[in-house]
Nanobody, 127 residues
């Protein structure tokens, strides 16, 4: 079982930046070869996809509302996943989750494709 832990959330002003990070608890886990996703859920709304790295397709997906502002990637030899968020807007306010799955057949940036989830980190953007 993979236990994911997100960090980096907080309060930002509109136009500002935050960098979210996600790692597996314990040591030695690498995201190399596994699809990864960032999702968010705002109060009263359904969870939505934000950005994903889909390994089986060799693609990176961004939802339209974050294109050009957010960047998903990995660092520390694929041991951490980040979401760099620039030009933040109040509508980006949400609880942000990272997710992964050990099934290499993950084919889309859909919450149902991912088995392992973190507890979430809150992002609040003030106008």
């Amino acid at each position: 079982e993979v236990q994911l832990v997100e960090s980096g959330g907080g309060l930002a002003q509109a136009g500002g930046s935050l960098r979210l990070s996600c790692a597996a608890s314990g040591s030695g886990f690498s995201f190399d070869g596994y699809s990864i996703g960032w999702f968010r859920q705002a109060p009263g709304k359904e969870r939505e996809e934000v950005a994903c790295i889909i390994r089986s397709e060799g693609t990176i997906y961004y939802t339209d509302s974050v294109k050009g502002r957010f960047t998903i990637g990995t660092d520390d030899a694929e041991s951490r996943v980040f979401l760099q968020m620039n030009s933040l807007k109040p509508e980006d306010t949400a609880l942000y989750y990272c997710a992964t799955d050990l099934d290499i057949a993950v084919a889309s940036c859909s919450a149902g494709e991912f088995l392992y989830w973190g507890q979430g980190t809150q992002v609040t953007v003030a106008a």
